[in-house]
């Protein structure tokens, strides 16, 4: 056995793979392995990958999956989230999601639907980064640190614990650029972007500032991120287990990103409620000089913090979520690697003891 295999068996243990690269698993009722009886195996790494499975390069290219899969869409709506910061800091004037956008027409003109939209695209690609990088690194860490049976059994535990730590990491690079995007977005004299509001952020909070909304937008992202990553594995497993005739090993790619996205938008809706209230929390600090939790609780009221802007974001966090997971997964398939999720998290085969004479 050359040097290659011995190192693709390391890392893909046989209740998960075959032993040959070249040759697909899918279900046996017959095999007794941990995770075939009624498990979905997902397909072995072929020969010709262009990159090794949880290599220093598999990391960055899901970096760079992540970039692209955050920073387009969170642009690609900033339309949306601009009403929605409006009607969560101003609902008397910003009564509707269409009322919303006619103020927004009518006051700032059809340019005025994208204020912030670069330091939305900046902020949400660095967090984009980090959050997919790290949650497939945590992934393993968890997995390896687990055994394959318990990585198997505990694989909920496993995603739950690889996204929170994350996110973590995701909000540090994120928060400087949402809290300059909240304070463009909803107080349209402050500053016509990032190139001037960073400055005058700055200049009004000191840089402190710029970090006062982050454990909010913990509160905010990191419930939001484990439902994020758990859910749509969980649903993705589901889909391939009872609405889909074959294994995945025998859906075409289109067939997978499709299930991708359909994964990924039922995740975003759950993502939503969740982690709604901690976003009205957000935008309600960082449009406000020197407030506190507590005069948001205030002012908007418990049950605001639940509901005001939840329908809007209920549809811009579901469409969000399944484009994100539908281009993620389409970069991962570009440069060669799997589709995620359908199967349980893979781990390192626990160590054998050493025969002593």
Not at 1 to 14: A, H, I, V
Not at 205 to 225: A, D, H, M, S
Not at 268 to 291: E, I, Q, R
Not at 336 to 354: D, E, F, K, R
Request: proline share 6%; charged share 15%; with cysteine.
């Amino acid at each position: 056995m050359d040097l290659s295999e011995k190192s693709r068996q390391s890392l893909f243990p046989s209740y998960l793979y075959t032993s040959s690269a070249s040759k697909v698993l899918g279900r046996n009722p017959k095999s007794t392995d941990l995770g075939s009886a009624g498990s979905f195996m997902i397909q072995a790494p072929k020969e010709s990958m262009k990159i090794e499975m949880f290599s220093p390069a598999y990391y960055a290219a899901c970096t760079a999956g992540g970039i692209l899969s955050c920073g387009l869409t969170h642009t690609a709506v900033t339309p949306l989230d601009l009403v929605k910061c409006n009607m969560q800091i101003n609902p008397t004037k910003y009564k509707s999601i269409s009322s919303g956008f006619g103020v927004l027409l009518k006051e700032q003109g059809a340019r005025g639907f994208f204020r912030g939209w670069v330091p939305t695209l900046l902020g949400y690609s660095a967090q984009g980064a980090c959050k997919f990088g790290f949650y497939e690194f945590f992934k393993k860490y968890y997995s390896d640190l687990a055994g394959p049976e318990n990585a198997a059994k505990y694989k909920t535990l496993i995603y739950l614990g690889g996204s929170a730590s994350a996110e973590f990491i995701a909000d540090l690079a994120l928060c400087p650029m949402e809290a300059v995007k909240v304070r463009v977005q909803t107080q349209p004299g402050f500053a016509r972007g990032l190139s001037d509001g960073l400055p005058k952020f700055i200049k009004s909070e000191g840089f402190g500032g710029l970090y006062k909304g982050i454990v909010p937008l913990w509160g905010r992202q990191i419930p939001y991120t484990m439902m994020k990553f758990a859910s749509f594995e969980t649903v993705v497993e589901m889909i391939y287990k009872h609405a889909v005739p074959k294994p995945k090993s025998e859906c075409d790619k289109t067939t997978q990103l499709g299930i991708s996205f359909a994964g990924g938008y039922i995740a975003g809706v759950l993502c939503a409620v969740v982690s709604h209230p901690a976003d009205n929390l957000v935008s309600f600090l960082n449009n406000a000089k020197g407030a506190t939790v507590g005069d948001a609780v205030k002012n908007m009221g418990l049950m605001g913090l639940f509901t005001r802007g939840l329908p809007l974001r209920i549809v811009m966090i579901g469409t969000l979520t399944g484009a994100q997971w539908g281009i993620y997964d389409a970069f991962k398939v570009f440069v060669g690697l799997p589709t995620t999720g359908g199967g349980a998290p893979v781990a390192a085969p626990a160590q054998q003891p050493i025969a002593t004479a």
